[in-house]
């Protein structure tokens, strides 16, 4: 399949992007200002103990427990449950300053159709999951790689000293073997492919910014929906308050050092 042949593509140009990108140096960003944006993975939509419930903010969240754990200067945390690139644009840029020393970021999935893929997969055939996957690939290549671009750029003019970490976003699904009650086998494979394209896109456009890159995949690998021991809430597939804790507060932690 044509869709196979670019997910291998995008991961060998990923290897070198995890290669480059995590060794960047740190500027003193554990006392400075931190800045958290992005969309629900970052929010902390599902995570539960929310500081504002209109953008699911939650104080489980990994940006909320890093501030807690490092004790930065300033702690600006406008990450939104739902937002897309432009809603980052309108709504969140302003946060960033000259003073500003982090920034960490997860943004792109609602780009590119996320809930709706996830729907037409959960709720309907494995063809009509397939042809969804195939309009979000369409997005994810044409689209959002300019959309990024853009974005990071003006990440960079707003907050020029800062270190930024864009974070990735995990496999849903455990590869392979029954999920009683959840999807099938092809049916997970295929988002997990999805997710493939989608982190090696994401992961392509921080490097070229000069942004480091946290790949939450690794962090979550064995607590995926239909595992024993799920981080990942399989009711509105989000992170659960355990999936920030033990899967994406370490990888943040490590890309922000």
Known sequence: MR??????????????????????????????????????????????????????????????????????????FVACGGAQVPDVQRNQLSALSASTQLVSISIG????????????????????????????REVAENELPGQLDALYAQIRTRAPQARVVVVGYPYLYKNGGLCIGGLSSAKRTMLNQGSDLLNGIIAGRAQAAGF????????????????????????????????????????????AA
């Open 3 to 76: 869709f196979s042949r670019v997910v291998s593509a995008t991961l060998g140009a990923f290897a070198l992007t995890a290669l480059t990108t995590v060794a960047a140096p740190l500027s003193h960003a554990a006392t400075g200002e931190y800045v958290a944006m992005g969309d629900s993975y970052a929010s902390g939509t599902g995570a539960g103990n929310y500081s504002d419930t209109a953008c699911t903010r939650s104080r489980n969240a990994y940006p909320a427990l890093w501030a807690a754990a490092n004790s930065p200067a300033s702690f600006k």
């Open 212 to 255: 480091v890159f946290a790949d939450a995949r690794p962090a979550f690998a064995g607590h995926e929906i239909c595992t024993s021991d799920e981080w990942i809430s399989g009711s509105n597939v989000h992170p659960t308050a355990e999936g920030h804790t033990l899967g994406y507060l370490p990888a943040f932690t490590t890309a």
């Open 109 to 136: 999935g609602n780009d590119t159709g996320f809930a709706s893929v996830m729907l037409s997969c959960k709720y309907s055939t494995t063809s009509a999951c397939e042809r969804a996957l195939a309009d979000s």
